[in-house]
């Protein structure tokens, strides 16, 4: 069983910056591909980025050369960094923790991108 709690989210200008945070409990975190989901107000949930268990990651178009996750195994924490932000991003922002056939999400952290 893994818990996942997410941080850092907030009201940003479009252009700025924001650092989401998801900490998870549970033992064997460095096993889990990790992945950050958004849903933004009547859509779907979707597939923002993904970070493995060897360190690769993969980035929707809509966020490749502005967003970068990253990971601290040390910490089981797995970060988020979004920069050039735009009103488009603005969504709740999801953990997931990926192991097998489980997966495990975090409450979400809302973030809004003013215009």
């Given amino acids: 069983q893994v818990q996942l709690v997410e941080s850092g989210g907030g009201l940003v200008q479009a252009g700025g910056s924001l650092r989401l ?3 998870a409990s549970g033992s064997a975190f460095s096993a889990y591909a990790m992945s ?6 009547g859509k779907q949930r979707e597939l923002v980025t993904t ?3 060897g360190g690769t990651t993969n980035y929707a178009d809509s966020v490749k ?15 988020l960094q ?3 932000l ?15 056939m489980f997966h495990y999400w975090g409450r979400g952290t809302q ?5």
């Avoid at 973030?111 to 215009?115: E, G, K, L, N, Q």
């Fill in 21 to 23: 945070s998801c900490v």
């Fill in 36 to 41: 950050w989901f958004r849903q933004a107000p």
């Fill in 51 to 53: 970070i493995t268990s």
């Fill in 65 to 79: 050369g502005r967003f970068t996750i990253s990971r601290d195994n040390a910490k089981n924490t797995v970060y």
């Fill in 82 to 84: 979004m920069d050039s």
């Fill in 86 to 100: 735009k009103p488009e991003d603005t969504a709740v922002y999801y953990c997931n923790a990926a192991r097998n």
């Fill in 111 to 115: 973030v809004t991108v003013s215009s």
